[in-house]
T-cell receptor, first 113, second 115 residues
């Protein structure tokens, strides 16, 4: 699976947009980009995924560059409850291993007043 | 609550003892995964089941570890002769994989401390 690179930590003011970048320069054509987050002492939670088009759901937006080598997760109006570690994961389309996910160390997002 | 349930939430055991964790997945989910997470790291894949069949095991899963999913419902993860290095959060996840791109639902984990 392709490797991802994320900043170790980021801060965001409550109510502002949080933009979390991810580099996946070795992504191949059959790999999705997935984002999960993990609030302290809880299991990871799915946020969003995409292949090549931008995606939006009730939690976030995912912007994938045209060459698919990087992406940005956007939380449009961050709240204190969005403080968590955010993981960017690439996962093959041909899901022999399904949700056998390769997590990195993620980005610790701290939302502050 | 119809999410993934893990028991116990916390377990403290002495080195050399055996421990068993249980995971109850979301009821209609055909796949069940076990992950391990140590402090400051992301979860690491251990093994997964499709229904009752264990389809893959990571090299992280030593001979002291065994997992079962009888009848394709709940799963257990047993660690024999625990070592201090086994101290970690053990996470279970489930998914319904009848189509590509389905997401995993994780439980809250069992935190194991070996003393």
């Amino acid at each position: 699976d392709a490797k991802t690179t994320q900043p170790t930590s980021m801060d965001c003011a409550e109510g502002r947009a949080a933009n979390l970048p991810c580099n996946h320069s070795t992504i191949s054509g059959n790999e999705y980009v997935y984002w999960y987050r993990q609030i302290h002492s809880q299991g990871p939670q799915y946020i969003i995924h995409g292949l090549k088009n931008n995606e939006t759901n009730e939690m976030a937006s995912l912007i994938i560059t045209e060459d698919r080598k990087s992406s940005t997760l956007i939380l449009p109006h961050a709240t204190l409850r969005d403080t968590a570690v955010y993981y960017c994961i690439v996962r093959p389309l041909n899901t022999g291993g399904g949700n056998k996910l390769t997590f990195g160390t993620g980005t610790q997002l701290k939302v502050e007043l | 609550d119809t999410g993934v349930s893990q028991n116990p939430r916390h377990k403290i055991t002495k080195r050399g003892q055996n421990v068993t964790f249980r995971c109850d997945p979301i009821s209609e989910h055909n796949r069940l995964y076990w992950y391990r997470q140590t402090l400051g790291q992301g979860p690491e894949f251990l093994t997964y089941f499709q229904n009752e069949a264990q389809l893959e095991k990571s090299r992280l899963l030593s001979d002291r570890f065994s997992a079962e999913r009888p009848k394709g419902s709940f799963s257990t993860l047993e660690i024999q002769r625990t070592e201090q290095g086994d101290s970690a959060m053990y996470l279970c996840a489930s998914s319904l994989e009848v189509a590509l791109g389905t997401e995993a639902f994780f439980g809250q984990g069992t935190r194991l401390t070996v003393v």
